[in-house]
């Protein structure tokens, strides 16, 4: 078992940022990837970026440039530092742990980008 624990979501003005972490406990050395997706409201989650085991990073096309993926092993957390925000970057930011056996999902925190 995995347990995920996002923070770090809030309201932001356009151009502005936000780091999110994402807390891992559990079942830690089983865990192969880390991933953020994201949830519009009516929109399918989308992929936002993922960090592997040995640092390996991939970001979707919109993050490339301002999204960063990090990982903290001594404190069991991974980061998602977001700069220039913009409306479109508002949604639900979900942190995910891939498995060998199972896919794992926090409870997600609301980002809201507006003036």
């Known amino acids: 078992q995995v347990q995920l624990v996002e923070s770090g979501g809030g309201l932001v003005q356009p151009g502005g940022s936000l780091r999110l972490s994402c807390v891992v406990s559990?079942?830690?050395?089983?865990?192969?990837?880390m991933n953020w997706y994201r949830q519009a409201p009516g929109k399918q989650r989308e992929f936002v970026a993922g960090?592997?085991?040995?640092?390996?990073?991939n970001y979707v096309d919109s993050g490339k440039g301002r999204f960063t993926i990090s990982r903290d092993n001594a404190k069991d957390t991974v980061y998602l530092q977001m700069n220039s925000l913009n409306p479109e970057d508002t949604a639900v930011y979900y942190c995910?742990?891939?498995?060998?056996?199972?896919?794992?999902w926090g409870q997600g925190t609301q980002v809201t980008v507006s003036s």
């Open positions: 995910n742990a891939e498995t060998p056996a199972y896919s794992y």
């Open positions: 960090i592997t085991n040995d640092g390996s990073t």
């Open positions: 559990g079942s830690i050395r089983s865990i192969y990837i």
